[in-house]
Nanobody
């Protein structure tokens, strides 16, 4: 089992940037794909981005494409989400998750372990 701890959330204005981090411990980090999801109040959890075990493959939700960048540092057991040009509709709790597989699959059910989440609030 892996433990995931997110950090880096906060309150920003529209147009600002934030970088989220997710530190992993336990289950071998570098063997599995990692993902970021988010959940806004009253809405279902939705996929944001995912990265393969090596970092060589990434996939994004259409709503964040060209604004967000997912990356990972396997030496540090950490995955990042760089968020630029933030919009009020990006406001949500952001969760880091570890996939059951090494390759990128964006389906929520394929992610086995989840962090506790970090709040991102974007004011207009």
């Amino acid at each position: 089992q892996v433990q995931l701890v997110e950090s880096g959330g906060g309150l920003v204005q529209a147009g600002d940037s934030l970088r989220l981090s997710c530190a992993a411990s336990g289950r071998t980090f570098s063997s599995y794909a990692m993902g970021w999801f988010r959940q806004a109040p009253g809405k279902e959890r939705e996929f944001v981005a995912a990265i393969s075990w090596s970092g060589g493959s990434t996939v994004y939700a259409d709503s964040v494409k060209d604004r967000f960048t997912i990356s990972r540092d396997n030496a540090k057991n950490t995955v990042y989400l760089q968020m630029n040009s933030l919009k009020p509709e990006d406001t949500a709790v952001y969760y880091c998750a570890q996939s059951k597989f090494p390759i990128v699959v964006r389906t929520t059910a394929t992610f086995a372990s989840w962090g506790q989440g970090t709040q991102v609030t974007v004011s207009s």
